[in-house]
């Protein structure tokens, strides 16, 4: 998605991966005893529910660092800015955040709209974003560093872990934009493939409530699973109308990618019990690393805030930023990027290490199902970190989606 929108700046240089176009000169400040990094998520519209957690997580991972020195000895400023749930206003705001704030780093988004309208601005300006959430692969920019899974790290173990259930046929459902019209792309072509028959695939725009025509077609459809690539607010009138209809976990399960158990407060956990759900990161993982992260992050917030897979990204990439920094001994972006590979981080989800050609990380793939008391367990697990790959280059069915 090209915005158009002007790089402005008091000189500039030539973009090494912009094909020759001209990039603003960085005005990052590093002389004093602080540096600014950027947070920018939707604080409000559709995509709150869910990015207000990711939020409050980049707060604590940026507390502890503080608390512990810094980067480099220098404490992190925090500015912050709400995307609004609008791809225009993230694309403004990142623009912002760089030329005005001059901010080292931005974290946050999260819809792959999102993401699209702010990655022209971060190459552009030769900036570096942290995407902190699962998205439907098929890129990769040396501007942004993705830190939730790629579509071999969440769609296609989804996907495997399915057919082993029995599996024949499945209906799409998800919201109309780019992750999920892409997503269904490749389950499409992963259907075709494993002899998996696709009986429906309905789109409901960003922030629709009214979902009793669509779970009437799933209903009537008599699919063995649904593939549900809905998000924000939406999944709330989703679940809830299937459950009307009288549709469970057992009779057809609903897998889910975008749902976390921030969100399973909000759809209510009557409606949704028992649904499976593809993620690298649970609360409920027991290792001393997320128990600590979990307390934390409680502590901090409420005993009645949950953690989740985007969060736990977002908490992480900040962390990965600051091994970056120091591993380059510099704040400047070619020379962080230049550090980036091989870059480790004994994350809550486990260890994650940065591919530094294609800004992704490695990340185990989880597939969970939610309990009645709204958390999710493991219910099958990849066993270790999985490589990503963004093009999908390693599954011969996938040739051409790239295109």
């Given at each position: ?7 402005a ?5 030539v973009?090494d991966?912009?094909?020759g176009?001209q990039a603003?000169?960085s ?5 004093g005893d602080s540096?600014k990094i950027g947070?920018?998520?939707s604080?409000?519209g559709t995509m709150a529910i869910?990015?207000?957690t990711v939020y409050?997580s980049?707060a604590?991972?940026?507390?502890e660092?503080n608390a ?13 800015e ?5 791809p ?5 705001k990142a623009t912002k955040?760089?030329q005005s704030?001059?901010?080292?780093a931005?974290?946050g988004?999260?819809t792959s ?8 601005v971060?190459?552009s300006n030769?900036a570096?974003?942290?995407y902190?959430?699962q998205?439907e692969g098929?890129?990769?920019s040396k501007n942004i560093f ?5 579509t ?16 024949k046929?499945?209906?799409?459902v998800?919201?109309d934009y780019?992750?999920p019209?892409t ?16 009986k429906?695939e309905e789109?409901?725009?960003?922030g629709?409530t ?5 779970t ?7 699919a063995d ?5 809905l998000?924000?607010?939406?999944n709330?009138?989703?679940f809830k109308?299937y459950k009307?209809?009288?549709l469970?976990a057992a009779?057809?399960p ?14 209510g956990?009557?409606n949704i019990?028992?649904?499976?759900v593809?993620?690298?990161?649970y ?9 600590k992260?979990v307390?934390?992050?409680t502590?901090k917030?409420?005993p009645?805030k949950?953690?989740?897979d985007?969060?736990e990204a977002?908490y992480?990439?900040?962390?990965l930023?600051k091994a ?11 020379d962080?990027q230049?550090?980036a590979?091989?870059v480790?981080f004994?994350?809550?989800?486990g ?5 530094g050609?294609n800004?992704?990380?490695a990340?185990?793939?989880?597939i969970?199902?939610?309990?009645p008391?709204?958390?999710i367990?493991?219910d099958?697990t990849?066993g ?7 093009y999908l ?11």
């Amino acid at each position: 998605m090209s915005l158009g929108l002007g790089v402005a700046g008091c000189g500039a240089r030539v973009d090494d991966a912009g094909g020759g176009g001209q990039a603003a000169a960085s005005c990052v400040d590093t002389s004093g005893d602080s540096v600014k990094i950027g947070f920018l998520n939707s604080r409000s519209g559709t995509m709150a529910i869910s990015e207000n957690t990711v939020y409050n997580s980049l707060a604590m991972a940026a507390d502890e660092i503080n608390a512990a020195g810094g980067v480099m000895g220098k404490k992190l400023e925090i500015v912050a800015e709400d995307g609004a749930s609008e791809p225009t206003i993230f694309a403004e705001k990142a623009t912002k955040l760089i030329q005005s704030d001059c901010v080292a780093a931005v974290f946050g988004g999260w819809t792959s709209s999102s993401r699209k309208a702010m990655l022209p601005v971060f190459e552009s300006n030769d900036a570096l974003l942290f995407y902190p959430v699962q998205y439907e692969g098929l890129e990769s920019s040396k501007n942004i560093f993705y830190t939730g899974a790629t579509t071999n790290q969440q769609i296609i173990p989804a996907l495997d872990y399915l057919k082993e259930k029995g599996a024949k046929s499945l209906f799409l459902v998800g919201s109309d934009y780019v992750f999920p019209q892409t997503a269904n792309k490749i389950i499409k072509a992963y259907a075709a493939a494993n002899g998996i028959e696709i009986k429906g695939e309905e789109y409901a725009p960003l922030g629709h409530t009214d979902f009793s025509t669509i779970t009437a077609k799933v209903r009537d459809a008599d699919a063995d699973a649904v593939f549900n690539t809905l998000n924000g607010d939406s999944n709330v009138a989703f679940f809830k109308e299937y459950k009307n209809l009288g549709l469970t976990a057992a009779t057809m399960p609903v897998l889910s990618v975008s749902i976390a158990e921030e969100e399973v407060g909000g759809i209510g956990v009557d409606n949704i019990v028992g649904q499976p759900v593809a993620w690298n990161y649970y609360q409920t993982i027991d290792t001393p690393v997320n128990k600590k992260f979990v307390a934390d992050f409680t502590a901090k917030y409420g005993p009645d805030k949950v953690t989740s897979d985007p969060m736990e990204a977002a908490y992480t990439s900040l962390y990965l930023w600051k091994a970056m920094v120091e591993k380059a001994k510099s704040f400047a972006v070619p020379d962080v990027q230049a550090a980036a590979g091989g870059v480790s981080f004994d994350a809550p989800e486990g260890t994650v290490t940065v591919n530094g050609e294609n800004h992704h990380i490695a990340k185990t793939a989880l597939i969970g199902k939610i309990g009645p008391d709204g958390l999710i367990y493991t219910d099958w697990t990849s066993g270790k970190p999985i490589e990503p790959d963004p093009y999908l280059k390693s599954y011969p069915w996938a040739s051409g989606l790239a295109g």
